[in-house]
């Protein structure tokens, strides 16, 4: 079973920053992809940057110059620095990987529980 988990949500006023992590455990034999997804009330969940299986970064349009991923991926561990936060950046934010559990086995997507942003002042 794997498991992620994330950490650094709150309550940051606009302009403001905050990083979040998302550490993944369980039975990993390797990482595929691993990235950050929010939903903002009354939308659909959509990507915010992710790693992709070739080891490329790839972030959304509106998140590009604001947004940091980065990632100690021998503590499966990925981060994604937030500046120059803005009201509408307010969502769930989820962490996302895609794992093989072991050589033999299919790939499996797995989600972290989600952390809530809420920028405002």
């Known amino acids: 079973q794997v498991q992620l988990v994330e950490s650094g949500g709150g309550l940051v006023q606009p302009g403001g920053s905050l990083t979040l992590s998302c550490a993944a455990s369980?039975?990993?034999?390797?990482?595929?992809?691993m990235g950050w997804y929010r939903q903002a009330p009354g939308k659909e969940r959509e990507l915010v940057a992710q790693?992709?299986?070739?080891?490329?970064?790839e972030y959304s349009d509106s998140v590009m110059g604001r947004f940091t991923f980065s990632g100690d991926y021998a503590k499966n561990t990925v981060y994604l620095q937030m500046t120059s936060l803005k009201p509408e950046d307010t969502a769930v934010y989820y962490c996302?990987?895609?794992?093989?559990?072991?050589?033999?086995?299919?790939?499996?997507?797995?989600w972290g529980q989600g952390t809530l942003i809420t920028v405002s002042s």
């Open positions: 369980g039975s990993i034999f390797s990482i595929i992809a």
């Open positions: 996302n990987s895609v794992v093989l559990p072991d050589p033999a086995s299919d790939p499996l997507e797995v």
């Open positions: 790693k992709t299986p070739s080891d490329n970064i």
